[in-house]
C-alpha cells in the first residue's frame, strides 16, 4: 500500500545563524545540515513524539552556520554523518567524534526509504552541493547556499514537488545596506549568496506546469525581508504563467511549517 505521506520536510530554522532541515520518510528520519546546537536540535525534533533519533545528517557543505552542531548532534541522536571528501576534510573539528560516511557528488544514493543525490553548487566552500531527495515519485530540491543559478540546478530541481532554494538578499536593500563592501562583493559574486531575482529566475525556469511549493530560505536579516523575496518570486512565476506555484518565505534565523507531499495540492 502507498503511504499516505512519503516525504515531510521541515526547516527547523534557516540564516547566518544556523541552518537545519529535518527530512522524514516512514522510518527513514534526517537533517539537512546541522549548524545548530544539538540541543536546539533535540528540542525541535522530539516535538513529533519520535524521539531523539536520526538516521543521518547530510552537509550541503563545511560553513559554521550549517555544520558547527553536526558532531554534537550525530553524538545525541545516533546519527551518521554524509558528506563529501573535502567537505568532511575541510570540516575538521565541527565532525570530531561523529561517524563519518562519505558519498561521492553526482552519485545518487540510497538512505533508508529514500534516494538522495547530491549535486555540486558554486559556493565559496571545499565541495558545495545541494540534494534532491525522492521517495515514491515526490521529490523535494534543496540549493542553499548558492551563488549563481547553473543549468545543472536547473535540470535537477525542474518538476521538483517542493523547492527549497536560497533567496539572501534584495540588491536595492543590499545596496544601501550597512555591509562593508568586501562583504557585499563576497556574497553577490558567483561563488556567494543567491539574490531574490536569482531565485525567482531559478523558480522560473524549475516549474513544470504541476504544482509545486517553493520555500525561500537563508534569508539575510539586514539585506532582505520575507515578504519581499516571497513576492519577488511569485511575481515571476505568474509573469511566466507558472501560476500554480505556491512560495513561501522563512524569516531569517526562524523555522517554517511542515510541508508533507500529501498536503501540496496536485500530488497524489
Ligand atoms: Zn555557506
Ligand atoms: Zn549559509
Known amino acids: 500500500m502507498r503511504p499516505r505521506s512519503p516525504l515531510r520536510v521541515r526547516v527547523l530554522r534557516s540564516g547566518s545563524s544556523g541552518n537545519a532541515i529535518l527530512v522524514e520518510a516512514g522510518p527513514t528520519r534526517f537533517l539537512v545540515d546541522a549548524g545548530l546546537t544539538a540541543e536546539a536540535v533535540l528540542r525541535e525534533i522530539e516535538e513529533d513524539g519520535q524521539g531523539p533519533r536520526l538516521d543521518a545528517i547530510l552537509l550541503t557543505h563545511e560553513h559554521d552556520d550549517h555544520a558547527r552542531g553536526a558532531a554534537a548532534v550525530a553524538r545525541a541522536t545516533g546519527a551518521v554523518v554524509l558528506t563529501n571528501e573535502p567537505t568532511a576534510r575541510a570540516a575538521g573539528v565541527q565532525l570530531a567524534g561523529a561517524s563519518v560516511e562519505l558519498f561521492t557528488s553526482g552519485k545518487p544514493f540510497a538512505l533508508g526509504t529514500v534516494e538522495v543525490t547530491p549535486f555540486p553548487l558554486p559556493h565559496d566552500a571545499a565541495e558545495p552541493v545541494g540534494f534532491v531527495i525522492s521517495r515514491d515519485g515526490v521529490r523535494a530540491a534543496i540549493a542553499s547556499d548558492l ?62 506546469g504541476r504544482p509545486q511549493t517553493v520555500c525561500l530560505v537563508h534569508l539575510s536579516e539586514e539585506n532582505n525581508l520575507a515578504p519581499l523575496a516571497r513576492d519577488t518570486v511569485k511575481a515571476a512565476l505568474d509573469a511566466a504563467g507558472a501560476r500554480g506555484v505556491w512560495v513561501e518565505a522563512v524569516r531569517p534565523n526562524r523555522g517554517g511549517p511542515w510541508w508533507t507531499a500529501a498536503s501540496a495540492p496536485g500530488v497524489r
Open 147 to 208: 551563488g549563481e543559478v547553473t543549468d545543472e540546478l536547473l535540470a535537477r530541481a525542474r518538476g521538483a514537488d517542493l523547492f527549497i532554494l536560497e533567496a539572501n538578499y534584495d540588491l536595492g536593500l543590499m545596496a544601501v545596506s550597512s555591509y562593508p563592501w568586501f562583504l557585499k562583493n563576497r556574497i553577490v559574486g558567483a561563488q556567494g549568496h543567491l539574490s531574490n531575482d536569482g531565485a525567482a529566475r531559478a523558480a522560473v525556469a524549475a516549474a513544470d
